[in-house]
């Protein structure tokens, strides 16, 4: 079971999956980059903008990693600033005032831990989204599409729907971490793996995520186009809700109800 769990963990690493870029220049048209917070710079580990899903204009937000040392070096692998989060904050308020529905790809470690970051409010800026994503009066998905780690990953996935690809992972902790932590050994990373109940099929036990998304053919022509199907029929689903916030604040008010036996 634990080796089943890393393994996973070590596909959703791999840097040869698709990111964040991969699934906008491939599922939606005419994607403008906006950049910058307005308040202190541009994160490059977040990626976001507004494209077209068909003929929906949408907000696009994706945490990047990249895939070659110099992409991931220049990304900061995957592990957003402050200024990353209000960023893709500013986004979806933008998104709200419009009434474009939100899309966003999370694919990171977890938030940069760096003493800058810290200073300039890591927890803070990760609060707010939590806070603000609850409240968004626009239909909002989320999709897991490689690691998804602690509150760095959380602050995008306040959504509606939360999915997540078959071989991703999405944990309060990395398994490293967590052997670090409880049997202050590393190595012991399998065992902490099986005990997060990281994978998409725990998550989807648990209700954490409601859709497991297979990764038959994945980053050919036919992969997107049935990703984009997916989001096009959920969001005209979304659209319809005359009671979206409220059915989103109960789907995380669900979360940890369920008791094994």
Request: glycine content about 10%; overall charge neutral.
């Amino acid at each position: 079971m634990s080796e089943k769990a890393y393994e996973r963990v070590k596909l959703a690493r791999d840097n040869q999956r698709p990111t964040g870029v991969d699934y906008i220049r491939n599922i939606f048209r005419s994607f403008i980059e906006l950049h910058g917070d307005r308040r202190y710079g541009d994160d490059t580990a977040i990626v976001g903008g507004i494209g077209r899903l068909n003929d929906i204009p949408v907000t696009v937000i994706a945490i990047e990693k990249g895939h070659t040392a110099k992409e991931r070096s220049a990304r900061n692998f995957g592990a957003p600033h402050p200024e990353g989060y209000r960023k893709a904050l500013r986004l979806m308020k933008q998104a709200e005032k419009f009434g474009r529905p939100i899309i966003c790809f999370i694919d990171t470690s977890g938030a940069y831990c760096g003493v800058g970051a810290e200073e300039r409010g890591q927890g803070q800026a990760i609060a707010e989204n939590l806070l603000e994503m609850s409240t968004l009066c626009v239909p909002i998905i989320s999709l897991l599409v490689g690691e998804g780690g602690s509150g760095g990953a959380l602050a995008l996935a306040v959504a509606d729907r939360v999915w997540m690809m078959q071989n991703s992972v999405y944990s309060v902790i990395s398994p490293e971490g967590c052997a670090s932590i409880l049997w202050k050994d590393s190595e012991l990373a399998e065992k902490a793996a099986a005990s997060l109940k990281l994978t998409a099929e725990d998550a989807k036990t648990l209700g954490v995520v409601e859709r497991i998304l297979s990764e038959k053919d994945m980053g050919t022509k036919a992969f997107y186009e049935r990703i984009r199907a997916m989001l096009c029929e959920e969001l005209e689903e979304l659209s319809k809700d005359p009671e979206l916030v409220g059915k989103r604040y109960d789907r995380f008010r669900r979360i940890g109800t369920k008791v094994e036996a």
